[in-house]
């Protein structure tokens, strides 16, 4: 997983008032627990560019004062209208202590029921895992290589050293689905016999 250099300033007033005027001079009110000590603080909102609008999992190097974190983002909160980034909760990363944290996935291969006509359908974009930072790869990857018509891809099928995936293990992540043109040709070929 990649880290990404981020640097903030604590906050002197905490509150409503407060965190709008920051805003308004393009701050963004932030907070990190998980550690010894809860920290209020602002970030310039063009930091956050390389770590939330990305599809890579990345987490943070962050420098406050003369301190330096480890942190994942939990948390952002959006403008519902405007969709502008209001806040954000960063999870402070201990070292020894494991987190839990969504990784894309990534899928990779041809499948064989596919180039026969069927339809190849990503059920979900992301999955749960619990694991040490050091131990968590940028996506986990499916390999659909082996998947013919009617295939399921489950949780239960991922094997990942030294994480713990917390998704029901009976979730479908990809399935390779009968078509029309699939139907068509096995009715086809069942009247020719």
Known sequence: MKSVSMSGSLRENV???DA??????G???CVIYGGEKQYQFVVPENQFRNIIYTPEVKYAELTLGDKT????????QFHPITDRLLHVDFLEVVEGKPITIELPLLIT???PGVLRGGKMVKKARK???KGE???IPENITID??????????KVGDIKVDNLTIMDNPNKILVSVLVTRNVEATTEEAAAEE
């Open 15 to 17: 509150g409503k008032k």
């Open 127 to 129: 999955i749960k895992v």
């Open 144 to 153: 659909i290589s082996n998947m013919e018509i009617n295939d399921n891809f």
């Open 133 to 135: 930072l050091a131990n």
């Open 20 to 25: 709008k005027a920051q805003r308004a001079q």
């Open 69 to 76: 974190f480890t942190a994942i983002i939990q948390a952002t």
């Open 27 to 29: 701050l963004i009110p």
């Open 109 to 111: 291969g041809t499948s």
